[in-house]
């Protein structure tokens, strides 16, 4: 059974900082990109970063550039998201996710479509 397990969100203040852990069983994804999303109420899920295989390559929305920082560590099979200056706008759920797929040794892909494992999701609220 494969399974994404996200950790780490939770109530912070505009400006502060969370630090999110995806952490996989079940299958090695240390040759696969991994990725992050986020989910606010009412709202499609939205790409934030992704990862490739060796964490030598990222992207990320533009909407977090400069603010998230997105690493794994593949000896643990877990990826990270490194969140700084936070603000209201980053409040959602955010999942984590693995594509199987791949095209490049630089492959970090931003469509939904591309990611064939997901997590649960875990919520982070940023309070104004």
């Known amino acids: 059974q494969v399974q994404l397990i996200e950790s780490g969100g939770g109530l912070v203040q505009a400006g502060g900082s969370l630090r999110l852990s995806c952490a996989a069983s079940?299958?090695?994804?240390?040759?696969?990109?991994m990725g992050w999303f986020r989910q606010a109420a009412g709202q499609e899920r939205e790409f934030v970063c992704a990862?490739?295989?060796?964490?030598?390559?990222?992207n990320y929305a533009d909407s977090v550039k400069g603010r998230f920082t997105n690493s794994r560590d593949n000896a643990k099979n877990t990826i990270y998201l490194e969140m700084n200056s936070l603000n209201p706008e980053d409040t959602a759920v955010y999942y984590c996710a693995a594509a199987l797929g791949y095209s490049g040794p630089y492959y970090a892909p931003f469509r939904r479509e591309e990611y064939h494992y997901w997590g649960q999701g875990t919520q982070v609220t940023v309070s104004s």
């Open positions: 079940g299958r090695t994804f240390s040759s696969h990109a």
């Open positions: 990862i490739n295989w060796n964490g030598g390559s990222t």
